[in-house]
């Protein structure tokens, strides 16, 4: 059970990181891998916010949304709105995009240095709780109730608002849509928007869980996230969360029972059966042939 | 000053030989991210098996280390690209960066590659070798762009489905890239750590594999020399910075991200993209006598399709329904009928892009099965167009034709990088033939130009010219005259039926009524999937059935323009007119002396 | 078409200009016409030209934050032997950006612009591919930071003044058995790192030494922070100690978490644990946790109390073990220039031959025949939110 739990805790930061790459992919086909960036400016731009500002966590939350929001329209404006058009749109969206993490990344280390950066050490209460026999921090259960919350709120926002039907409607066919009058443009930024935000929020929460920002967590986590998003499925929302919270459990139980040395090996490996088996993922739509 | 360069130098090399490994499958379509993780393997396990001493006193310790590396490359790309060849975009990106990952820590758990502490390699490579490396590699991929295997990657690249349509076997293929690119890795890994006297596993990491992309897509993917333009501008950067006197630290990155946006975004097509391409020096070949002789098509009359109780449905939706068909050598078989009949999902089973449900059919005694493969079609004698136009846009209205004849053209890639005279002899065959059939179809003075370029109407016909390059015995034409004005469908109308006197069957689906009755030996009408009509045009045009199907339908323009053309008071005439035309005399079977001139 | 060509023929041309332009960059001919060596010796020595002393260190890329401290010690070095008067050193300090094809191209522009010697690099297994161009090249490099195994071999020209896991681990482990009567332990170490590999084999040997149980050997990336599932599982062995060979990224969280899930028995790391980070990080769960290394930030050694203070009054934190043995380089650079008194680098590398007890932040440290350095190493507990010495 112990270990069902840590791994649910686990994966439920890798099903938030993921869920930002795979609304933009679903929606506008796009993978932007300045994602991690995103994730890293987060938990850095929320230290910064708690430690000169005294802010507590629960206000940082909306703050850290709204930062992640504004990149997001950045990183749309910049690097992928100049592309669209273009035959080679999905290979040069994925290199700007890099680009914009790059120049991202080395604005954090301008403003805040290369050494790890921590919360303060009174951030957060460290009580510790019981639940069915086993022991878990609160901030674990604050950390999966809020990745479990947001992504319930965008997966209704994508299927019931008149957002959602604007950013579905794209996701079929985008030419269509701005012939019906969509402002495909204002609804690409305000994808784009939103998987930010989730993306910097994730950042922060990932940082509470080990107390622990530095320049490259964003990286590291990347690739697990791709995974996710291969097993759960590419553009599927509860397929992200699904995908991330399998990946957890089964990386946990990887490490108790066949050693840690091949822990990753568990994610790749999952990603290549699901990719063979299953292209399509666990949740995700078989795309037809066009002829 | 070239002491001091020296490592620059050979390190622009050996990432330029990086980056063609990424070019190679790039060229051909692939987002592959695969090949550092290759050239790690190459380079751990050439470790194992590289001398000290010179093989046999003679073979030098390199080139054992060479040879093998790419062996190893290449087969692990094979092996690799079994499971993985048939993802597509994004999905083969993610699952051959998973493979890199898996690379990375397989060899990190290996006490051989003494783990993350890594191994020692004596000092084998220098400026000069990995250049001479370099420029064999480069040398490969020039002589590729103008082979028929380098013309075929670039066809799958822009549309993999018309390439199929073509003869080209589009999965074998991409392993065929897949597996240059894995050489191609083998030897960057195994020179770079013969140069830099160690290696790690940690090296060949995620973040090199998006470098190493990153400099192919710099420097462009559509001229051989992308690659080494991109190594030499990411390589000299950094160096520029130190010269200039930037502050190391972030500002450094920071300036190296800009600019590498600044790239992607205003130069598409990369660093090439700003070597203005001479303006096709590829004249038309007009001399008769270079054209090869093709193999004769077969006999008029005989039966090259045989349909038998075909049909498609989807789920409770019937497509097509029970269609029995046959169609000979040298007629025109005309498909007409509503939109929405299923004429093109007919068609779509007849050239095997779509397997049928029920029923069988033989199409130039290839029997139709779930199994038939569209390419195999394409080899027996089968070319088609498509209702939206799918041409190779960025390629030029000759290179388009010239890929139309794969089918009747051998590869000269191995010729061609021995210069050998019976290459540039079979090149010359092949432009000869593609020139006639730009020329027949009237796009002889647009040869040059971006096919994406062209005006719909030449698009089209550019699209003929293509499917005939092939020399097909059936051909297949998908509303070739949709956006035509009178005077171009009637052009159209003729060339259609010089095909069909030079003995090349044709199947048309088409919406101009007109133009098929004055057109067609045959017609046949569908509605909802059922043929309803059958038989000569004025038969059909008299059958009160097929008009009322066209005003029945939905009512689309093209189906009201069908329906006034058929009630039209001309109607008669033009089918009488037609009677005498199949009764009276032929028009000059074969007026470019393209087909056989031993054929009647 | 017309102004992409522009744009082109501008950028080509002004990359190349740059390129030319950099034939020898100023101050660089002093290594040619030998105005290097000076009169006098040791304190007396006095060299007319400024002596050039390069550095590469990993300033932006998966190093970065070992190497800034590295630097800046470095330069907080330079300038008080600087004051000293009668030499001074001119300091370079390139970016290799974590990169080893950059550090080998930054080792060729120091060579061919007559640094005297060069410090770094940061990571060992880049000292791997640099270390062979210097000594090729007769350039002496004095390592600040490489403890694997194989860097000296490379040449007489490489030296360093990193005391490698070998030296620093075995002393670490006999001190726990004697004074915590450790008997059984659990490891656990990052197995995609070079320096934390290394320390795990010295681990390893020096517990078979001691004849200590192993009852588990976890293994973690150097990427890792959520340890709960390791731990659970070492929690399982019911040892007496944890054995960690990790970097300090790694070691905060895994304290932390420890602590955290209810082990209370004592965690035992090496080298990279010896960072105030680990104080500042873990806080109260660092209580306890027993360090293994190279340097005492405690220690009240003269030269190491006015480090601590200047470094920390310069640069706003506190120096850790990397800007340490930097700025103690630094020092025995200047033993070894001011002995023979020449900036020459051929008398640079007989000099560092000749290091004995010098005194330095590190205490007296002398380099041996293999050029590698030796000096005490020490076992420090954290007590009261303090590294002191364990007794």
Known sequence: ?291 | ?600 | MRKKLLIAAASGSTLLLALTACSTPAGSDSASDGSLTGTGTGAECVIDSAVPIAAAFSLTGAAAQYGEGQKNALELAVKDLNAVGGVTYELTVEDDATDPKQAIQVFDSFISSGASIIIGPTLSNTAKQTDPIAQDAGVPVLGVSNTAAGITDIGDYIFRDSLTEDAVIPQTVKAAVDKLGVQKVVVMYANDDAFTESGYQAFAAALEDQNVEVADTLTFSKADTDFRALLNKAKQSDADAIIVSGLIDAAVPLVTQAREIGIDTPIIGGNGFNSPALISGAGKAAEGVIVGAAWNSASDNEQNVKFIEDFTATYSSAPDQFAAQAYAGMQIIDQAVRGTCSGERDDIKAGLGDITDVPTVLGDVSLNSNRDVEHDALVQVVEDGQFVILN
């Open chain 2, 1 to 600: 000053m070239l002491a001091e360069y020296s490592s620059l130098i050979t390190l622009i090399a050996l990432t330029a030989i990086l980056a063609y490994s990424f070019y190679a499958v790039l060229i051909a379509g692939q987002l592959s991210l695969a090949q550092v993780g290759l050239a790690s393997l190459a380079a751990f396990t050439s470790a194992l098996v590289v001398p000290a001493e010179p093989l046999f006193g003679f073979i030098p310790p390199l080139v054992i280390g060479i040879v093998f590396g790419m062996f190893v490359g290449a087969i692990a790309a094979f092996i690799l690209g079994l499971p993985v060849i048939r993802l597509r975009g994004v999905f083969l990106a993610i699952a051959t960066l998973a493979f890199g990952e898996m690379v990375r820590i397989f060899l990190i758990n290996q006490s051989w590659t003494n783990g993350a502490q890594g191994l020692s390699f004596s000092k084998l490579v220098g400026p000069w070798i990995a250049w001479i490396a370099l420029a064999g590699v480069a040398y490969w991929f020039w002589r590729l762009s103008g082979s028929r295997l380098g013309r075929a990657f670039a066809a799958i690249r822009e549309d993999e489905l018309a390439a199929t349509t073509m003869g080209i076997d589009v999965p074998r293929y991409r392993m065929v890239s897949f597996v240059i690119a894995g050489a191609v890795a083998g030897l960057y890994g195994v020179l770079l750590a013969h140069f830099s006297r160690f290696a790690d596993p940690n090296e060949f990491s995620f973040t090199a594999a998006v470098d190493g992309l990153v400099t192919a897509v710099v420097g462009g993917v559509t001229l051989f020399i992308g690659p080494i333009l991109g190594s030499a501008f990411l390589s000299v950067l950094p160096e520029v910075q130190r010269v200039i006197g930037v502050d190391a630290g972030w500002i450094r990155p920071t300036i190296s991200g800009v600019l590498l946006l600044v790239v992607i975004l205003f130069l598409p097509g990369g660093l090439s993209g700003l070597i203005p391409l001479r303006k096709s020096t590829k004249r038309l070949i007009v001399d008769p006598s270079i054209r090869p002789s093709l193999p004769s098509l077969p006999a008029a009359g005989s039966e090259l399709v045989n349909l038998s109780g075909l049909g498609k449905s989807y789920g409770g939706v019937h497509a097509v329904q029970s269609v029995d068909l046959t169609v000979n050598a040298g007629e025109v078989l005309g498909l007409i009928g509503p939109n929405g009949a299923g004429k093109t999902t007919l068609v779509n089973m007849v050239t095997a892009l779509t397997p049928p449900s029920t029923g069988t059919g033989t199409v130039l005694g290839v029997p139709l099965s779930a199994t038939t493969k569209a390419h195999r079609l394409a080899q027996a004698g089968v070319a088609r167009t498509f209702q939206q136009i799918k041409l190779f846009n960025r390629l030029s209205a000759l290179e388009n034709v010239l890929v139309g004849g794969y089918r009747v053209t051998k590869d000269t890639l191995l010729r061609r990088l021995f210069f050998l005279p019976s290459a540039r002899r079979a090149e010359r065959e092949a432009m000869a033939m593609a020139s006639a059939q730009l020329i027949r179809v009237g796009l002889g003075d647009k040869a040059a130009n971006a096919a994406g370029d062209l005006s719909y109407g030449d698009q089209r016909r550019l699209e003929i010219a293509r499917a005939l390059a092939s020399h097909p015995s059936l051909l297949v034409l998908d509303e070739p005259a949709a956006g035509m004005n009178h005077v171009e469908a009637e052009s159209l109308s003729e060339l259609i039926r010089s095909l069909a006197a030079d003995g090349i069957a044709v199947l048309v689906i088409e919406h101009n009524v007109r133009m098929m009755l004055a057109t067609c030996d045959r017609i046949m009408v569908l509605n909802f999937g059922e043929i309803i009509a059958f038989g000569k045009p004025g038969d059909i045009a008299r059958d009160p059935r097929v008009l009322e199907a066209y005003l029945g339908s939905s009512g689309s323009d093209e189906d009201a323009d069908a329906a006034s053309a058929l009630a039209s008071e001309n109607l008669a005439q033009v089918s009488a007119d037609r009677d005498d035309a199949q009764r009276g005399l032929h028009a000059d079977p074969d007026p470019d002396g393209v087909t056989n001139p031993e054929a009647n």
């Open chain 1, 1 to 291: 059970m112990q270990l069902f739990l840590d791994g649910i805790f686990l994966g439920s930061i890798y099903a938030l990181f993921a869920i930002g790459f795979t609304l933009v992919f679903g929606i506008l086909d796009r993978l932007n891998l300045a994602h991690a960036a995103v994730f890293t400016a987060g938990a850095l731009v929320g230290i910064e916010i708690v430690t000169r500002f005294g802010v507590p966590i629960w206000l940082l939350i909306p703050i850290v949304l709204v930062f992640g929001a504004v990149l997001g329209i950045l990183i749309e404006r910049i690097a992928f709105r100049p592309l669209a058009g273009r035959h080679d749109a999905h290979f040069a969206g994925l290199i700007s995009s890099i680009a914009f993490g790059a120049i991202l990344l080395s604005l954090l280390q301008a403003l805040y240095g290369a050494d790890t950066r921590r919360f303060p050490a009174d951030a957060f209460p460290s009580t510790r709780v019981e639940i069915f026999g086993a022991t878990v921090s609160l901030l674990q259960v604050i950390i999966l109730i809020i990745s479990v919350s947001l992504m319930v709120v965008l997966t209704w926002l994508v299927a019931k608002s008149k957002l959602g039907r604007g950013m579905r409607t794209i996701a079929e066919n985008p030419h269509a849509a701005s012939v019906l009058g969509l402002n495909v443009g204002r609804i690409s930024s305000t994808t784009f928007a939103l998987s930010s935000a989730l993306g910097a929020v994730a950042g922060v929460l990932f940082t509470l869980n080990v107390n622990a920002a530095s320049l490259g967590i964003g990286n590291a986590v990347e690739l697990k996230a791709l995974a996710v998003i291969v097993v759960g499925g590419m553009g599927s929302l509860p397929g992200a969360l699904v995908g991330g919270l399998i990946l957890g459990v089964t990386e946990v139980l990887a490490v108790n029972y066949i050693g840690s040395s091949w822990r990753d090996m568990v994610a790749f490996g999952l990603l290549f059966l699901i990719l063979i088996l299953r292209p399509q993922g666990l949740f995700g739509a078989r795309k037809t042939r066009e002829v």
